[in-house]
């Protein structure tokens, strides 16, 4: 027989929204367990943070921390593949100010920071732990896992599921459903050798072509992180190994082509299918999906860390109402993936439609008549060229 653990609440995944969540859970003195898959520090995609990430740093207690691993981020710069224009967003001169700039990270050590906190507040972490199934019953959860030193039994009140893309729960459901709308593909890798963009050094660039779009984000030391984001017509026909598919996507890019002739390739080529995607149904009454696992949008705005950070805030909410009033914490469960969901759509409203060619002109110069740009003092309308 195997040995049974209990807990209050069992968080299943140990990125940014499972150790935000039980961070904040062990916090209000809940018995929390942390099990990850994987061992901290392991590769991730998702380097680039948002200034409302900062509040949560604060929240967390990691904000130097995690400064101390990050390049300083002013804001983010697009440039058009189409007409060669570049405009760039700064963050101080946006709506909500308070933060006037973010950070760039390695996502393993952001991730390991957040994982570590977690214990430091009172989490059971569990490394090399995965999860086989998730059975509900009456009062507690019956989760099988295989731990480091073979299986194990959990049997947690509450579960909130932040197994990411695996998205374990809403997979064995069958409620996980990809975005037909926005079916996009990833590509990505690190290099050595790319220049920064002079002046806008720290900025993330967005290049936009007519079937996708690339990120390049500077990383501490001389790494770049480039990817590609394509459309089914980027991929349509293509042949070849994804490093084959990726150079030649590079290769169509004009303007990202040349800050690419000198670089270096420091990690294999990775993809990623059905990259937008999301559950059906967000919760139960005794478990609540987060981050990734719940869902996730396309990444253009640099979304997906906030995103998975704000899930595992609601998230660690409604795990303590549910242990307490189990009523009231289905009910702020519907509230939070409601307005989780809305905040994807709004992202996807924009994303669907920037390449078209009325909102492409009115992206490349904005207006605060929409308030597209927040203006400064002195009623300047940001940094273009």
């Known amino acids: 027989m195997m040995a049974e653990t209990e807990c209050d609440v069992l968080v299943m995944g140990g990125g940014p929204a499972g ?89 393993a050590d952001l991730d390991h920071i957040l994982f570590r906190n977690a214990a430091r507040r009172g989490a059971r972490t569990m490394e090399r732990t995965r999860i086989r199934s998730v059975a509900f019953g009456t009062g507690r959860a019956t989760v099988l896992a295989d731990g480091e030193a073979g299986p194990i039994t959990l049997r947690p009140r509450y579960v909130l599921d932040a197994t990411g893309r695996d998205a374990l729960i809403a997979g064995a459901t069958n409620q996980k459903k990809s975005n037909k709308r926005n079916s996009t593909a990833a590509l990505y890798a690190h290099f050595t050798g790319v220049p920064r963009r002079l002046g806008h050094e720290g900025y993330i660039t967005i290049h936009l072509t007519g079937d996708g779009w690339f990120w390049t984000i500077p990383l501490p030391g001389d790494v770049i992180s480039v990817g590609f984001v394509g459309n089914p017509s980027a991929f349509k026909g293509r042949r070849g190994t994804p490093s084959d598919l990726f150079y030649d996507r590079i290769g169509r890019s004009p303007t990202l082509r040349a800050r690419m002739g000198e670089a270096k390739a420091v990690t294999e080529v990775f993809s990623a299918a059905n990259y937008s995607y999301r559950s059906v149904t967000g919760y139960g009454p005794q478990h609540m999906l987060i981050g990734d696992a719940y869902g996730f949008v396309d990444p253009m705005f640099s979304t997906g860390v906030l995103m998975a950070m704000m899930g595992g805030q609601r998230g660690a909410a409604v795990a303590s109402a549910s242990l307490d009033d189990p009523a009231r914490g289905l009910a702020m469960a519907a509230a939070a993936c409601r307005d989780l969901g809305r905040a994807m759509d709004r992202i996807s409203w924009l994303i669907y439609r920037i390449n078209e060619p009325a909102l492409h002109r009115m992206f490349f110069a904005p207006r605060n008549t929409l308030r597209m740009r927040a203006t400064n003092s002195r009623g300047s309308n940001g940094l273009t060229t």
């Open 19 to 107: 150790s935000t969540a039980a961070a904040m859970l062990a916090q209000k003195g809940h018995d929390v367990i942390l099990a990850e898959c994987l061992q901290h520090p392991r590769f991730h995609i998702g380097e680039s943070l948002l200034p409302r990430n900062m509040e949560l740093f604060e929240t967390l207690g990691v904000m130097d921390e995690v400064g101390a691993i990050g390049v300083v981020k002013p804001g983010a710069e697009f440039v058009s593949d189409e007409t060669g224009k570049t405009i760039a967003f700064p963050f101080q001169l946006a709506l909500d100010a308070r933060y006037g700039h973010a950070w760039q990270v390695r996502r």
